[in-house]
């Protein structure tokens, strides 16, 4: 039987207690953006892309409870772009930090947190010493290797039959696959094009950092997202699902 993937927020309280009660003591807390993904993507992507890892995640840890996806995340370099809701650092931890200590008082013992938004990364891993602290005898954790995710990416659209040189980590080949798998109503494929091209040096990051990322790409786009295919998204979306996992588990 495949390991339980318990919806919190779908379960009635005493479900929740007696699943407790069972043993399954883990959670799982996706966390997303709500950005521009481009001309061609809704800008839901970074949190439907969580949503649906936490089922490969989840059994493969051998059960979990899946907490309500904090959908909004930290995203002040796309609000150039119409649309882009975005949290300070500090609202994001301050979130996560009210999830885990909400979380304790009804058993939970091992809280893991990932994104779907690579913006996310580095506010996660500032926050995690802040939010082992708040919940102390409570194993916290958080992915946030974005080196690895992206060369993960890579590996995985080239074995599928896609250019690897066309995942540049937002709104590309990887990402328009994936919610072509997922969701493809979220995908508007006949405005689907070419972005910003190549590695950023560490000075076009920093004008990225300062101005926003029309500054680096006008259209919102790094990578490529020509060649996307719902095949290609399955594969990403196990391989980073694997990532992640193997990342939980390693650390445990
Ligand atoms: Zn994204």
């Not at 080239?158 to 696959?177: F, L, M, N, P, Y």
């Amino acid at each position: 039987m495949d390991a339980p993937v318990y919806p919190l927020e779908r379960m009635t309280s005493p479900e929740i207690a007696e699943a407790i009660r069972a043993g399954c003591t883990r959670v799982l807390v996706p966390c997303g953006a709500v950005e521009q993904h481009g001309p061609h993507m809704a800008l839901r992507m970074d949190a439907d892309h969580a949503e649906a890892l936490a089922p490969l995640i989840a059994r493969g840890l051998g059960g979990a409870f899946v907490a309500p996806t904090i959908a909004v995340g930290c995203s002040s370099h796309h609000l150039a772009f119409s649309g882009t809701i975005s949290l300070s650092e500090a609202t994001f931890t301050a979130i996560c930090r009210e999830y885990c200590t909400s979380l304790v008082r009804h058993g939970i013992t091992e809280i893991f947190f990932y994104s779907g938004h690579i913006g996310n990364f580095p506010v996660l891993e500032n926050a995690l010493p802040g939010l082992r602290r708040a919940v102390p005898g409570v194993r916290v954790e958080a992915f946030t290797d974005s080196t690895a995710w992206l060369a993960c990416w890579a590996e995985a659209v080239a074995a599928a039959g896609g250019a690897a040189a066309s995942v540049g980590g937002h709104a590309d080949i990887a990402e328009t696959s994936v919610m072509l798998h997922i969701k493809p109503e979220a995908v508007r494929p006949a405005r689907i094009e070419a972005g910003r091209l190549g590695l950023m040096t560490r000075a076009e990051l920093e004008v990225m950092w300062r101005d926003g990322l029309p500054a680096v790409s006008p259209n919102g786009i790094l990578g490529d997202a020509r060649g996307a295919s719902a095949g290609i998204g399955a594969a990403c979306l196990a391989a980073i699902a694997g990532l992640i996992l193997a990342d939980f588990t390693a650390s445990a």
